[in-house]
């Protein structure tokens, strides 16, 4: 081994350590501070916009995740998404799990109105479940399918946008797992779009089951909609998942090769 | 089609749907817990199936007793052999 390289590794090490012992801490000081500021920020926000709690909530969580993305760099390089067309809204956002973090990352979106159809389990996590809840979060298992159906047909009255993690569960190898059919059947049933979420990098940055975290670039990319009108038959959310799935492969593939800019949806 | 290709072409239609390991596809596997399936799926599983044979099965009663491949196994071929008599 070189000097030079012995040197790299040294500086790696210690980037990795300085990045552990900033990364934590600024993340318990946010929520506190978040958590404080909400009593204040909430009240004066509704009076001013006069939306429902409900939307006031999911843009503060917004906030919250942007605000994280900007205090985590340089440590975690997150690059924001950006539509490669006209935004489509509502939607229906479906995105790779790769890591708890992919929620925070989220804030990389260029908008707000975002309803997470999640488990049961993220709800037992006392410090965010009173925020998720006043966001309408979906707990996916406590409402069952037609709970979620008649659910999403509210929000999407709405304007808003409702994102699942098909897979259901976060990748344990970086690859993407099976796709459960839920979203599509929603899609199907509500003739709204399924914009597909590619992100690349949280793996690296802190993967399942592992607590010290990892400096990283992180990227996130939107594909353009699909729609469930190009589907048809009592296997067409089959179908669209099938094709969704594909196309997320395919994008993640590139992203992952460093190809993605030669793509066609690259942002 | 035999009793053994009816089977076959059960487990591959479902390996194919929903990404499973074609070792994990005994007759004793349980839906749920071994196979990860769930209640969505079995509504999935039963377009599958109907598109893999060609029936209508989505209305009858027999199939919330399905609790393992080995009951779906019979479930189809018992289906069969009632379109056959």
Not at chain 1, 8 to 17: I, N, S
Request: proline letters at 6%.
């Amino acid at each position: 081994m070189t000097a030079l390289t012995a040197a790299r590794r040294m500086l790696h090490l210690g980037w990795v350590a300085l990045t552990n012992c900033v990364f934590y801490p600024v993340m318990l000081l946010w929520t506190i501070c978040g958590a404080a500021l909400f009593p204040i920020g909430f009240p004066l926000w509704k009076g001013v916009t006069r939306w429902d709690s409900a939307r006031i909530m999911r843009q503060f969580i917004w906030i919250y995740g942007r605000v994280w993305i900007l205090l985590t760099f340089p440590f975690l390089r997150i690059r924001l998404a950006r539509f490669p067309g006209p935004v489509t809204k509502p939607g229906i956002l479906v995105v790779n799990h790769l890591s708890f973090l992919d929620t925070y990352v989220m804030g990389a979106l260029p908008f707000s109105d975002v309803v997470f159809a999640v488990r049961a389990w993220p709800f037992k996590m006392f410090w965010y479940a009173p925020f998720m809840r006043l966001a309408e979060y979906m707990n996916v298992e406590e409402l069952g399918w037609e709970g979620c159906l008649s659910t999403c047909k509210r929000l999407f009255g709405s304007g808003a946008y409702v994102l699942f993690f098909p897979e259901g569960h976060r990748s344990k190898d970086g690859k993407i797992q099976r796709f459960h059919s839920g979203p599509f059947k929603i899609a199907v049933e509500t003739g709204v779009p399924v914009i597909p979420l590619c992100i690349t990098g949280t793996d690296t940055v802190l993967p399942p089951f592992r607590r010290f975290v990892r400096p990283a670039k992180v990227c996130l990319h939107v594909l353009p909609p699909v729609y469930p009108s190009a589907y048809s038959g009592p296997d067409a959310h089959l179908k669209m998942s099938k094709d969704v799935k594909q196309q997320m492969v395919d994008h993640l593939s590139l992203m992952k090769e460093g190809l993605h800019r030669t793509g066609k949806a690259a942002l | 089609m035999t009793d053994s290709e009816i089977i076959r072409l059960i487990d591959t239609s479902l390996a194919e749907e929903f990404e499973l390991d074609q070792a994990t596809l005994t007759p004793d596997a349980h839906i749920y817990e071994d196979l990860g399936l769930d209640s969505l799926d079995m509504v999935d599983m039963v377009v599958v199936l109907e598109k893999a044979f060609h029936f209508k099965i989505r209305e009858e009663e027999a199939i919330r007793e399905i609790r393992t491949l080995g009951d779906i196994h019979e479930f189809v071929l018992s289906k069969k052999r009632e379109m056959g008599a």
